[in-house]
């Protein structure tokens, strides 16, 4: 199985800041990856596929890179309505596999 | 639009079955792989399962191989999820979605597992 390591596991960041976190995947998934965003409560809501093919809809502030096996999510400018919890997901193969997640905390 | 509707929730005894729908609107059903997700409380999210609704090919996670089955109603769009032999650790949030990339979730479906 593909083994998917996010980082951080949690963080806290203010207004306005740029926040980065990082999935790295135990073998080379190419371009398949997704980024998510769950908030308490509700349904996971995809933020970015393909690596950094940013869905309709999502704010220009949230993109995405990478290649291979290491996958960065970025928010330029940190808004308040963007605390929550983030997953990235490998779709390379199956069974297709989740990071731990990321909790990201407004200060 | 493309929807996924997913029943409600269940309440089950250890040892029990439960089988959830989703069923699919807005989209040429065949065209996209039907995926199951669980989350347990306070945790990450799970694939549990994948089902081909054109061909009705099934792709389940180890974890879940020989008490999980995911089926397709052959005259709706009707995908189902069933999970045998309940504990109290499949107590969780189940959730359908579509296709590889996820882009379409189902509302989720609690299953809670307790004696």
């Known amino acids: 199985d593909i083994q998917m390591t996010q980082s951080p596991s949690a963080m806290s960041a203010s207004v306005r800041d740029r926040v980065t976190i990082t999935c790295r995947a135990s073998?080379?998934?190419?371009?398949?990856l997704a980024w998510f965003q769950q908030k308490p409560g509700k349904v996971p809501e995809r933020l970015i596929y393909?690596?950094?093919i940013l869905q309709n809809g999502v704010p220009s502030r949230f993109s995405g890179t990478g290649f291979g096996t290491e996958f960065t999510l970025t928010i330029s400018s940190l808004q308040p309505e963007d605390f929550g919890t983030y997953y990235c997901?490998?779709?390379?193969?199956?069974?297709?596999?989740f990071g731990q997640g990321t909790k990201l905390e407004i200060k | 639009q493309a929807q996924l509707v997913q029943s409600g929730a269940e309440v089950k005894k250890p040892g029990a079955s439960v089988r959830i729908s989703c069923e699919a609107s807005?989209?040429?059903?065949?065209?996209?792989?039907v995926h199951w997700v669980r989350q347990a409380p306070g945790q990450g999210l799970e694939w549990m399962g994948v089902?081909?609704?054109?061909?009705?090919?099934?792709t389940y996670a180890q974890k879940f191989q020989g008490r999980v089955s995911v089926t397709r109603d052959t005259a709706t769009t009707i995908v189902y999820l069933e999970l045998n032999s309940l504990t109290s650790d499949d107590t969780a949030v189940y959730f359908c979605?579509?296709?590889?990339?996820?882009?379409?979730w189902g509302q989720g479906t609690t299953v809670t597992v307790s004696s």
């Open positions: 997901l490998q779709y390379s193969g199956y069974p297709h596999t």
């Open positions: 979605a579509r296709e590889a990339g996820m882009d379409v």
């Open positions: 089902i081909n609704p054109s061909s009705r090919i099934r």
């Open positions: 807005g989209y040429v059903f065949p065209n996209y792989y």
């Open positions: 393909s690596a950094s």
């Open positions: 073998q080379d998934i190419t371009k398949y």
